[in-house]
């Protein structure tokens, strides 16, 4: 497998069993993960995941709304750590495309990952005014764009395109819903793939004999079925 592998999570355990796995290739995490979790403070969290990960890209989002405030977040989660990605949504909840954000922090040097990027005019956007040299990550969200009926393959192909030149920029499937994602983003010539722990743990099942698949099901539905106590007729 050539795509990498990063845990999409906001779990210090989850996170300190991906530092042991050798085919996880960094980590994402998001406000909303960081919620589920129950974090209450943000660096406190984002410095012991980087003191687990000291060696692997770790991705922390800003939550302001607007520019000044993302630059100043920005550059306070860059100086956490040199393996830091910042996360920058590719627009405000308002709309407003942050591409004169990206460029300014991206020509300072900051590794970003710009988030939330849905259309391929965002992916055009994005890769005009990325920096050159400095890495950076422009995550598209295949899940979502599954979600509401559009081939995320299609467009992620097409994404692969527009960015093949940019060597220092890594596109990413985001919002994984299924294993087989997998095989959809590698297919598509996706750098990275992000999946959670739930879905990471289906790996097992890579390879499984469809008829072994099949005894098993049918044995689990009359399991439950006799568990019950169900009758027809």
Not at 48 to 55: D, Q, T
Request: aromatic share 8%; hydrophobic share 40%; glycine share 6%.
């Amino acid at each position: 497998m050539s795509i990498l592998l990063y845990l999409d999570s906001a779990n210090l355990d989850e996170i300190r069993g991906a530092a042991k796995d050798e085919t996880i290739g960094g980590i994402t995490t998001n406000p909303t993960l960081m919620r589920k979790s129950g974090i209450s403070n943000y660096e406190e969290f984002a410095r012991k995941a980087l003191e687990i990960i000291p060696n692997k890209p770790v991705s922390f989002e800003v939550f302001s709304d607007d520019f000044d405030a993302m630059k100043r977040e920005a550059r306070i989660i860059a100086s956490w750590g040199e393996n830091a990605f910042v996360k920058i949504p590719v627009s405000t909840t308002g709309g407003e495309l942050t591409f004169p954000l990206i460029q300014e922090l991206s020509s300072e040097g900051l590794q970003l990952n710009i988030t939330a990027v849905f259309t391929l005019d965002q992916v055009r956007g994005v890769s005009r005014v990325l920096s050159k040299t400095t890495p950076a990550i422009i995550s598209i969200f295949s899940g979502r764009l599954a979600d509401s009926g559009q081939d995320p393959e299609v467009i992620f192909q097409k994404s692969v395109d527009i960015c093949r030149d940019q060597k220092n920029v890594k596109l990413l499937w985001a919002s994984t819903r299924e294993i087989f994602n997998i095989v959809q983003a590698e297919r598509s010539g996706a750098d990275i793939i992000t999946v959670t722990a739930d879905l990471l743990g289906k790996r097992e099942l890579w390879g499984k004999d469809p008829d072994e698949f099949c005894r098993e099901t049918v044995q689990m539905f009359y399991n439950d079925a006799l568990a019950t106590g169900y009758k027809i007729g």
